[in-house]
C-alpha cells in the first residue's frame, strides 16, 4: 500500500510583526516536500467563498481558521494572525492535516480534471439551486430552496441535507450535479456517496 503521507513535517522559516493584527505573528514555514500535486486538490475541498486559487502559478490561499494561509507548490507556506510560536506550531499541523488528507484523495482519485477545475471557479448558488427539487419542503433546515443552495456555497449546509434530492423522483436533478460539479467539488459541497463511507 502507497504511503498516505506526503508531508512529515515543517520547519518555520521566518517570523515577523502582523499586519493586520496588533501584538500577534505572521510567519513562514517550508514543508519536507514539494505540495505541488496536491494544490489543486485542496481547492476543491473548501466551499469557494473561502479560498483563492492562482492556477498559472499553483498557489492557494485559505481563508480558515480565523487567517489567510498561502500555499506554494514548492511546500513553503505563509500565515497571518497568529498568537504565537506555539500557535504556529497548532496551526501547521492543521494544515499538515489538510495537505495528507488532500494527497490521500490524490492516491485514490488522481489530479482533478480541468472541467472540475473550472467549475469551481464558476459555481455560484444558482448553479447549484438550479439542480434541487425547489419544493421548499424544509427538510434540510432552511425554508426555501434558494437559502440552502447560498448556505451550501458557503460552507454553512451540506447537499446530502436536501433529503428529496436522494428520492428517485428527481434523479435527473443529482445526475446532472454530478456531472456539472465532477465528485471533488460534490464532496467538498457535502453529498455523501456511498463508496466514501
Given amino acids: 500500500m502507497a504511503n498516505q503521507e506526503l508531508i512529515k513535517r515543517f520547519e518555520i ?8 493584527t496588533p501584538g500577534y505573528i505572521r510567519f513562514t514555514a517550508q514543508a519536507d516536500r514539494e505540495i505541488g500535486e496536491v494544490i489543486p486538490i ?23 481558521f480565523n487567517r489567510m494561509i ?7 507556506v505563509a500565515v497571518t494572525n497568529t498568537k504565537d510560536i506555539k500557535e504556529a506550531q497548532e496551526i501547521l499541523d492543521e494544515i499538515k492535516n489538510i495537505i495528507n488528507l488532500a494527497y490521500k484523495d490524490y492516491l485514490r482519485f488522481g489530479k482533478p480534471s480541468k472541467r ?10 444558482m448553479k447549484i439551486y438550479n439542480y434541487l427539487p ?20 458557503q460552507g454553512d449546509a451540506r447537499l446530502s441535507q436536501c433529503e428529496p434530492l436522494s428520492n428517485q423522483k428527481y434523479h ?26
Avoid at 498561502?70 to 513553503?76: I, N
Avoid at 421548499?136 to 451550501?152: D, H, I, L, M
Fill in 134 to 153: 425547489k419544493i421548499n419542503c424544509g427538510k434540510c433546515g432552511f425554508q426555501v430552496c434558494s437559502a440552502f443552495a447560498v448556505s451550501v456555497l
Fill in 172 to 197: 435527473k436533478n443529482l445526475e446532472g450535479l454530478k456531472k456539472e460539479l465532477g465528485p471533488f467539488l460534490l464532496r467538498v459541497l457535502g453529498w455523501k456517496q456511498k463508496d466514501d463511507e
Fill in 70 to 76: 498561502t500555499l506554494h507548490p514548492s511546500g513553503k
Fill in 13 to 20: 522559516k521566518e517570523v515577523l510583526p502582523c499586519i493586520t
Fill in 116 to 125: 472540475e477545475i473550472q467549475a469551481a471557479r464558476e459555481i455560484s448558488w
Fill in 42 to 64: 485542496i481547492f476543491l475541498k473548501f466551499p469557494p467563498g473561502k479560498i483563492s486559487y492562482n492556477e498559472p502559478e499553483n498557489t492557494l490561499t485559505l481563508n480558515v
